[in-house]
């Protein structure tokens, strides 16, 4: 085995990624939303020149996509699996060597969009109470690959969830994703997707519009304490 052939791609994507002003672009994505180079630039710290040079790089290592729609060029991440290596550097960076002990903003860490699904503590209650409700389970208690039961299924569905549509997708279909803020596992993976979007078309809760925020609307917080038996106003004390 070539042991610095193998190494080599890992080596330049930790690379790309670790340029503070690339890095700043990257998280910036994590919402889920697309951006221009412009507003990118802006975020980085950096000129506008400069900013496209970075996001050759970036797309050169397949971290970031870009889409034309008439004069404009937008960028988003490329896909789940670069949002939840992000997610999971975050969690590194911020582990402590003592007792965990949250410093992520209220409204961040009440309830955020990690890419396409939800983070924060909202998420890691949802995940919670969906395994507590029997709709999902998984073969060992060491899996973080999860199967969504029939019950689970029908419910969802009754919800307004597209399952057989998340079940089409060429990704994994649901899954655990450690959430940086709470360093427990949210629901990520098509099901998390789906449960995302169900969510918002109810307008149980709604998006931010310049930043990863998500706020729980007054009849969100009734539908929660009430299908699910989460207290939405407690999530972040």
């Known amino acids: 085995m070539n042991v610095e052939r193998s190494e080599a791609p890992v080596s330049e994507i930790?690379?790309?990624?670790?340029?503070?002003?690339?890095?700043?672009?990257?998280?910036?994505?994590?919402?889920?939303?697309?951006?221009?180079?412009?507003?990118?630039?802006?975020?980085?710290?950096?000129?506008?020149?400069?900013?496209?040079?970075?996001?050759?790089?970036?797309?050169?290592?397949?971290l970031v996509k870009m889409h034309a729609q008439g004069k404009h060029r937008y960028f988003r991440l490329a896909d789940s699996q670069v949002a939840a290596v992000l997610e999971a550097l975050n969690v590194l960076a911020g582990t402590p060597r003592a007792r965990f002990q949250p410093n992520t903003p209220h409204r961040l860490r009440a309830a955020r969009t990690c890419y396409d699904h939800m983070a924060g503590a909202l998420a890691v209650a949802l995940h919670d109470r969906l395994f507590a409700l029997r709709w999902l389970k998984r073969e060992r208690a060491d899996d973080v690959d999860y199967q969504l039961t029939a019950g689970g299924a029908e419910a969802l569905e009754n919800l307004g969830a597209n399952i057989e549509a998340a079940r089409a997708t060429r990704r994994r279909f649901a899954?655990?994703?450690?959430?940086?803020?709470?360093?427990?596992?949210?629901?990520?993976?098509?099901?998390?997707?789906?449960?995302?979007?169900?969510?918002?078309?109810?307008?149980?809760?709604?998006?931010?519009?310049?930043?990863?925020?998500?706020?729980?609307?007054?009849?969100?917080?009734?539908?929660?304490?009430?299908r699910f038996g989460i207290e939405a106003a407690n999530l972040s004390d």
């Open 175 to 226: 899954c655990a994703c450690l959430d940086w803020s709470e360093r427990r596992p949210h629901l990520a993976g098509a099901v998390g997707a789906e449960l995302l979007n169900v969510l918002l078309r109810r307008k149980w809760i709604t998006r931010d519009l310049d930043s990863r925020v998500l706020s729980v609307t007054s009849g969100g917080k009734r539908e929660l304490r009430a």
């Open 14 to 62: 930790a690379a790309a990624i670790a340029e503070p002003a690339r890095t700043r672009m990257l998280y910036a994505l994590l919402d889920g939303r697309a951006r221009t180079s412009t507003e990118l630039a802006i975020v980085a710290e950096v000129s506008p020149s400069t900013a496209s040079v970075h996001l050759a790089k970036l797309r050169e290592r397949q």
